[in-house]
């Protein structure tokens, strides 16, 4: 038997019997993790506000021998929260859709469970308490996440240089297939030509340029998202179901 601890992201919740829920989280030491909270479900239980999606905090797990090599699931017990980024994030539509995204993306670069990913939960983490800020946009703020959680998994597409040649930019085609913009002479099929203005947007959210990025008109910014979409379908070989709620 084992007792360990870590804080985490509550990424989405199932209902399990009449009164618990199995609460997925990413982890900052255990990446993620799914997990059995008892109770949580009563009117009465003191620790279910804290295993709530969006939720930042430090959770107590309880496991069996054969819970540590994946057997079964641990059981969460006690829970203290960090941040209620969720306060915020639900009350507001364009944030609550844009958050839903978020937590979506970070469960899918994160597939095997019990692996270490900090680069995406400290991404995960920073994108929320911006969102709940309300420190920008939450369409530019979801694109720069998704931007940035694509490079720390070794997708990190070129806004300038060619992808596949690597001559210098700035270069006039996109193709997700060939890794961000290519040049003339690596043109592939199914490449399109999308404004310097989107690109540019782009470069800045991946950089965390935000006075560039606050300043960009609206037909550039509906632009470089649905560049972002098409490049994030690619690599993730499906599309996100959230992104469909997001308000563009």
Request: net charge neutral.
């Amino acid at each position: 038997m084992s007792l360990f601890r870590d804080d985490g992201i509550v990424l989405r919740t199932q209902k399990l019997g009449e009164a618990d829920r199995i609460i997925t989280l990413l982890t900052r030491g255990h990446g993620r993790v799914r997990a059995v909270a008892r109770g949580v479900r009563r009117t009465k239980s003191k620790f279910g506000a804290g295993l709530e999606p969006f939720s930042h905090a430090d959770v107590q797990f309880f496991a069996r021998g054969s819970e540590l090599i994946g057997r079964s699931l641990p059981l969460c017990t006690q829970t203290q929260i960090i941040a209620p980024y969720g306060n915020t994030i639900v009350t507001d539509y364009a944030r609550y859709t844009a958050g839903t995204a978020m937590l979506e993306t970070a469960e899918r670069f994160t597939e095997n469970e019990g692996e270490p990913a900090v680069q995406q939960y400290l991404l995960l983490v920073g994108g929320l308490r911006t969102l709940s800020r309300g420190e920008h946009e939450p369409h530019l703020i979801l694109d720069a996440f998704l931007l940035r959680s694509l490079a720390v998994n070794g997708y990190a597409p070129s806004f300038d240089d060619c992808a596949k040649c690597g001559i210098h930019g700035p270069n006039r085609h996109f193709s997700v297939a060939a890794g961000g913009v290519i040049c003339g002479d690596c043109r592939v099929p199914g490449s399109v030509v999308p404004s310097s203005e989107a690109i540019a947007l782009l470069s800045a959210l991946l950089t965390g340029d935000w006075g560039h990025a606050d300043a960009c008109e609206a037909r550039h910014v509906r632009e470089g998202s649905g560049l972002v979409s098409a490049y994030l379908h690619w690599h993730l070989e499906r599309g996100l179901r959230s992104l469909r709620y997001v308000e563009k």
